[in-house]
């Protein structure tokens, strides 16, 4: 951790739908914790594109964004991330460049080259565009030639001229390679798909180049966090979670379920390793536990910053959650400076 400047803590929230409840009821609720996150001292709060997922309601991402933006005042609002595959470069330049007039200084626009969803959604958003995954870097140049005003003949209005921060997303070496050719900030998806994680971050230090934007290198990191007053209780609600990767896993995604008491009975030995592999970079439990497990994950990734999701079913326990996570960053921070101070 770096004491000069202090590890960044902030949200990604995919505007979980409970069972029971509504994609009304999960935009209440992602407003809510945005601004409970705002007064907590986040840093940044992300949405994040997905598609044909009954439990996640965030798809029209830049709509929600604007949504978030327009209910807080100070903290940074943007995607995490839009999927450029599935767009018009123009299109997502013209919506951030909206975003970014309407909420000067406070927009970021965090971008991913998966699909968002299966195949056949893919191909459904994608119809007669042509793009996919291998597209990715062209479409990120194209993006990029908007908002500077120099794509031939074409101009984004809003967008062109405005400075809305561009970071690359991935789960794989592929944008990691990418955000260091172009020298930008790379936030790596550890908190659902965290195998690549130690050598994408490699991969992207070791080859990144200066730019406009970017100095130096700046990682970012995805963590499930569910904290509670006690590890018990955090393990029950962590619960939810779970159930939802095992739903995924068996090819039945679903609305968020409400916390169970264990799964043992509720997985095989093969569902269990799979789940448990896919939330390796979770930490869950007291203030105590999960500081201890921040404190494992910042030290060996390095991360510049912590992109906390808690999905949660009941709201007035993520945004506890959240209060307790934000106590145990301000902790680690704190503890740092101490330490540096100390002769």
Do not use: C
């Amino acid at each position: 951790m770096n004491v000069e400047r202090p590890l960044r803590y902030s949200v990604l929230d995919l505007s979980p739908i409970v069972a029971g409840g509504s994609a009304g009821e999960s935009f209440r609720n992602t407003l809510d914790l945005a601004r409970h996150a705002e007064r907590l001292g986040y840093h940044r709060y992300w949405l994040a594109e997905h598609h044909n997922i009954p439990g996640i309601a965030s798809a029209a991402t830049s709509v929600v964004i604007g949504y978030v933006a327009g209910g807080t005042s100070t903290i940074r609002v943007g995607s995490g991330g839009i999927m450029l595959p599935n767009h018009a470069p123009l299109v997502i330049a013209e919506q951030f460049g909206t975003l970014e007039s309407l909420y000067p200084g406070r927009i970021d626009l965090g971008l991913g080259r998966a699909p968002g969803g299966d195949m056949r959604t893919a191909r459904a958003l994608r119809r007669f565009l042509g793009s996919n995954g291998d597209t990715f870097p062209a479409d990120v140049a194209e993006l990029t030639s908007y908002f500077r005003g120099t794509a031939e003949g074409v101009r984004a209005i809003p967008g062109r001229g405005l400075d809305v921060p561009l970071y690359l997303l991935g789960s794989s070496d592929f944008s990691a390679r990418l955000a260091a050719e172009l020298g930008l900030p790379f936030a790596f998806a550890s908190h659902f798909a965290p195998e690549y994680l130690h050598p994408a971050l490699a991969i992207y230090r070791g080859n990144f180049q200066p730019s406009e934007a970017l100095a130096e290198p700046y990682v970012m990191v995805g963590v499930n966090v569910v904290a509670a007053e006690t590890d018990e209780e955090g393990r029950r609600l962590f619960t939810s979670l779970q159930q939802s990767f095992l739903n995924l896993i068996r090819g039945v995604p679903g609305e968020m379920p409400p916390p169970v008491e264990g799964m043992e009975g509720r997985w095989s030995a093969q569902e269990r390793a799979g789940v448990e592999r896919m939330t390796r970079y979770s930490v869950v439990g007291s203030a105590a536990t999960v500081r201890k497990g921040l404190e494992e994950i910042v030290e060996a990734t390095g991360a510049d910053e912590v992109i906390a999701t808690g999905s949660i079913f009941d709201q007035a326990k993520r945004v506890r959650s959240f209060e307790i996570a934000a106590s145990v960053f301000k902790e680690m921070n704190e503890r740092e400076r101490a330490r540096a101070g100390s002769p």
